[in-house]
DNA sequence: TCGATCGGAGATCATTATAGTCTCCGATCT
DNA sequence: AGATCGGAGACTATAATGATCTCCGATCGA
C-alpha cells in the first residue's frame, strides 16, 4: 500500500545521481545526460528521458541541449524537497479523491462521509515528513559519487 | 500520488459506521449488516461485501451468519489502527517494490541504488503516523448515527 | 555549414491494478 | 422449510502504469 510509482522513483535516483556528481569531488558542475543515469541504474532511457523532462518543466532541474548537453540542479539539493519531487511526478499528495475535490463534483458519500477530515489530517502530517526531507538529506547514506567537500559540514539531521 | 484505494477507504468509512453504531446511545451492541452499510454510505453491496469479508478474515472485526447477522468490532475502537485496516485491505505499507524485497528477489537498480535507505526511512514514519491513529481517533469529529434534528446546517468547511 | 548529439513532445502499446458484477454455497434464525 | 445473512470464487470493464517508437528543434564542433 502507499507505493510511489517507477517514475518517481527514477526520478528520485536520477536527481540523487545528479546531486552527487554536480557537488562531488570529481567534475563539480558537470552536466549529467540521460543516457548516463539510464545506465548507471538499469533505467529504460525513454521512460527516463520522460521523466526528466518533466522535473525540468518543474523547475527542479534545468536542461542544456545539443552535444555536451545534459541537466543540472536547479537549486541546491537542501531546497529541493521530496515531496516537491514526487509531486512532480505523479501529482498533488491525496490520500483519496475528495483530497483536492472542487465545489460541484463531490463524491457519493460526501454526504455522510465521516473519514474525510481525520484522513486529511493524516494526509497533511505525511505532507509534512515529505516536505521537510530534502534531496540532500537523501545523500547521506550511501555516497557513489563520494561527497566529501565542504558542503556536507552543516547537516545535522 | 500516495492515493489509498477505494476499499480502503471503504473500510474506513465501513469501520467507523460499525463503531459509531456499536458505542452509540442508540442501540449499543448491535451488529451491522452489509447492506446497512452500502445504503448508508453509498457503496456498491457487493464490493463492500468483499472489503468486510476481508477485514473479518483479518480479525478486525467478527462476523455473525444467518438472519440479523452482520459484523462487529473485534474489539475496542482504541485497539484498532489506521495501519492495520489500511494494511488489511491493500496489503502492507511500502514505497518502493524493494521495502519488503527478500533475498534473490533483487532489484535492477539494487546494486547502484542510493534512495533505498532514506525512503525507508520515509516509510517508517509514515508508518508510525498510521499505527498510532486509530479508529477512535477518527470518531472525534463528525458524529453520524445522529443528529439530524436540531443540528446545525452551518456547513463552515 | 553540416551533421552528430543532445533534450522536447507526441502517439502508441502491453501489462497490471482497480472497481465493480455475477453466481453459487453454507450458516443460522424463525 | 425458507428467508436472510455472510463466504468464496470467477468474471468483466476500465483506468493507470510502464515502456517503446517516431519525429522535431536546439546546439556545438569539425
Given at each position: 500500500?502507499?507505493?510511489i ?5 527514477y526520478?528520485?535516483m ?33 521512460l ?25 540542479l ?30 460541484g ?6 454526504e ?46
Open positions: 500500500m502507499l507505493k510509482s517507477k517514475k518517481a522513483d526520478a528520485l536520477a536527481l540523487q545521481h545528479i546531486a552527487s556528481v554536480q557537488f562531488g569531488d570529481v567534475t563539480p558542475g558537470r552536466v549529467v545526460n540521460t543516457k548516463e543515469i539510464a545506465e548507471e541504474f538499469n533505467i529504460p532511457l525513454e527516463l528521458a520522460k521523466v526528466l523532462q518533466t522535473l525540468a518543466k518543474n523547475g527542479l532541474i534545468e536542461s542544456h541541449n545539443g552535444p555536451k548537453g545534459g541537466y543540472l536547479a537549486r541546491r539539493a537542501n531546497k529541493i524537497t521530496i515531496a516537491q519531487i514526487l509531486e512532480g511526478i505523479e501529482g498533488p499528495l491525496g490520500l483519496t479523491d475528495c483530497s483536492h475535490e472542487k465545489e463534483e463531490l463524491c457519493l458519500q460526501r455522510h462521509c465521516n473519514i474525510r477530515t481525520p484522513l486529511l489530517k493524516v494526509q497533511d502530517s505525511i505532507y509534512q515528513l515529505l516536505n521537510n526531507m530534502t534531496l540532500q538529506d537523501m545523500m547521506g547514506g550511501t555516497p557513489l559519487i563520494t561527497i566529501q567537500s565542504a558542503s556536507t559540514q552543516g547537516v545535522a539531521q
